[in-house]
């Protein structure tokens, strides 16, 4: 059995710092992750919806991704980029695992907020009215509380069973909007504050089954504070007429400034 590469990664880092302060081991820096086996799961906010640049198939996955940046950065010794635009949790099990075996090291996923609805819930609230909105997010929300966890279970024990010895970080979603921020239009603030609310009741739900099957979970709404939707600086889409599916996803500042960082401090 070999030893956990990922283990030798992190002990890489640990080496390579305490070298940095005293002026040595630069020459070493850049090959800490060479032994990682690393795939990327989930749906569009890990394949970069939003950030362009994508690679022609219908997955949509982008070159500016915080998966495929961190791959570029740490050249890993593979890298299966298996996160597509849409998935679904039964979309993962049935079409995305076959990329994970026992000698994956790291493994990234974001997942839950199409089967929560996510997709409804933003249109349902850009094109009908507040109590419509505030409806369709209660029953979103009561999915999260009924259905999501056993279908993150799901997910999440068959991920540990393909590839028993990996770390899997499980990124979670951002706050979508600044309350009191600059938009002058749009949804009104019930709406907005009801969204946020969502997101956080998500969040909270995917933390607790991550954090139940030994993962790690990254939380992206620190890292997007201040670069919501009407904050004048927004790494965040807002409903975009002439590209919808880009609506209400990351942009390539929000994969390289909102997520990425939190992959990097999760490992």
């Known amino acids: 059995m070999k030893m956990s590469r990922l283990v030798a990664f992190s002990s890489s880092l640990l080496l390579g710092a305490a070298l940095a302060l ?3 081991g630069v020459a070493n820096a850049d090959s800490s992750a060479a032994a990682v086996d690393y795939v990327a799961l989930g749906d569009s ?20 991704a915080y998966p495929a940046l961190w791959a570029a950065a740490n050249s890993p ?5 298996a996160a597509c635009s849409g998935a679904r949790t039964n979309d993962v099990t049935s079409g995305q695992l076959g990329r994970l075996n026992a000698s994956t090291d790291l493994v990234s996923i974001s997942i839950g907020g199409n089967d929560a ?15 419509t909105c505030l409806n369709r997010i209660a029953t979103a929300r009561a999915y999260v509380d009924s259905t999501l966890p056993g279908r993150l279970d799901s997910v999440y024990s068959a991920i540990r069973s393909k590839a028993p010895s990996a770390q899997v970080v499980v990124l979670g979603y951002p706050r979508f909007y600044q309350l ?7 949804l009104s ?3 907005r504050s009801a969204i946020n609310g969502a997101s956080d009741h998500l969040n909270t739900a995917t933390a607790k089954r991550a954090a139940d099957h030994g993962f790690t979970f990254g939380d992206v709404r620190t890292t997007f504070t201040g670069h919501e939707i009407c904050s004048g600086n927004s790494w965040l889409h807002s409903v975009n007429w002439l590209n919808i599916g880009e609506s209400y996803h990351p942009t390539a500042a929000g ?4 997520y990425l960082p939190v992959f990097k401090s999760a490992l």
């Open 22 to 24: 005293t002026g040595a």
């Open 45 to 64: 906010y890990s394949s970069g919806v939003g950030a362009g640049s994508y690679d022609g198939s219908s997955c949509k996955r982008s070159s500016r």
């Open 77 to 81: 010794s593979s890298f299966d980029f």
């Open 117 to 131: 609805g996510f997709a409804d819930v933003m249109t349902t609230c850009v094109l009908q009215s507040e109590a």
């Open 180 to 186: 009191g921020g600059s938009c002058i239009a749009g």
């Open 189 to 191: 603030e019930k709406e």
């Open 255 to 258: 994969q390289s400034g909102g």
